[in-house]
């Protein structure tokens, strides 16, 4: 299952008009980048769960053949949770271990292995771990033996943490490095402490079926905070696989930007340009991700932005540090409260973002 029904609000107002999962990642929306991952790991009857612009994620996955998976489509009236998104879609996993993985995480972490973990451990549920080296505000997985022992809260920070969590293209390369068993030696035990690298969860799931049992029928549930301590409670046994590779969450605009900057900088290149877009010759563009039906005229100069769709930028404009939309799609909208601030220039509406 691909977890698809949140809002996305700080992604505003990226979001205002699609949902997160919808929004184009790497030259197919993020949701057909995370189902072209489960199918490369052998999942490819997917079920999708809605609520937020339902009819976006629709349309960015289609009937799911350009990625490899077919697709079952379940809608939340009201938001459900992580568990309550399985229990209103039971029916479609009573029968074998599945994967349940959420649609805003750009990864490469080998998933094949932590099903065998998931197999030889005979646990009720896997959750795929990974360092948190930069001490990021995540929360923190105690491990032993292959075992989850519990979560904590967030991982004091060092004087090198990256507060902004902004990805470098050196963090990319250097993380898919390093071996998950180096990791697993140094199991932290005390999650406050300097010394030891944290662990988080990725927010992937290995699951069996039994694990309806101490799922609540009907109602909002979340897995991490509500089934598991159930489980954990009647005996059950969590497994941790502690995975190498790139993992990002890209829930917030400069963690898609710097993200986006950052994997195509490895394939050599500055700029995403989405369908139907167009740089006019003489235009100054670097470090940039359009999406369709975006123009930048000749004499314009653009770098670490976000273009939204059909957004013009004008011949002598400049804009650097930003997420742009097209002012029409907020007049009258209400910023959420998780949203950056931003302001009307022209045609345009305008976020900055911090370096």
């Known amino acids: 299952m691909i977890l698809a029904a949140g809002y996305g609000t700080r992604l505003w107002p990226l979001t205002i008009d699609r949902a997160k999962p919808a929004i184009p990642f790497m030259g197919r929306p993020l949701v057909g980048y995370v189902a072209e991952y489960l199918a490369g790991h052998g999942c490819r009857e997917i079920a999708v769960n809605l609520h937020h612009e339902p009819e976006s994620v629709r349309a960015a996955l289609g009937d799911g053949s350009r990625f490899g998976v077919s697709l079952t489509f379940v809608e939340e009236p009201e938001i459900l949770g992580t568990s309550g998104a399985l229990d209103n879609a039971r029916d479609f996993f009573q029968n074998e271990t599945f994967v349940v993985i959420n649609g805003k995480f750009a990864t490469d972490i080998d998933l094949t292995a932590a099903l065998r973990t998931h197999r030889e ?8 771990l990974r360092p948190n080296p930069d001490r ?36 990319l390369t250097s993380s898919r490095s390093q071996s998950s068993e180096a990791f697993i030696t140094r199991e932290p035990r005390a999650q406050s402490g300097y010394g030891a690298t944290p662990l988080m969860f990725t927010g992937i799931h290995i699951l069996e079926p039994r694990v309806f049992d101490f799922i609540p029928r ?41 993200t986006s900057i950052a994997l195509m900088r490895e394939q050599g290149r500055e700029v995403e340009v989405g369908e139907n877009s167009s740089i006019a010759e003489g235009a100054e563009v670097r470090d940039a991700v359009l999406w369709e039906n975006v123009r930048v005229e000749a004499g314009a100069k653009v770098s670490r932005v976000v273009l939204g769709a059909g957004v013009r930028v004008a011949a ?40």
């Open 136 to 171: 990021e505000r995540y929360s923190t997985v105690e491990l032993r033996d292959k075992m989850i022992q519990g979560f904590g809260g967030h991982p004091a920070p060092t004087p090198a943490s990256d507060t902004a969590g902004r990805v470098s293209h050196a963090s």
């Open 121 to 128: 451990t005979g646990a009720l549920a896997t959750l795929v």
């Open 218 to 258: 009907g109602v909002f549930s979340d897995s991490v905070t509500g089934v598991y301590p159930r489980a954990f409670a009647a005996g059950e046994r969590i497994a941790g696989h502690v995975a190498s590779g790139y993992w990002h969450e890209l829930s917030t605009i400069g963690r898609y930007l710097d």
């Open 316 to 355: 002598g404009e400049v804009i650097a540090d930003a997420a742009v939309v097209r002012a029409e799609l907020v007049a009258g909208a209400e910023r959420p409260e998780k949203a950056l601030a931003g302001e009307v220039r022209g045609e345009n509406f305008v976020v900055p973002l911090a370096r």
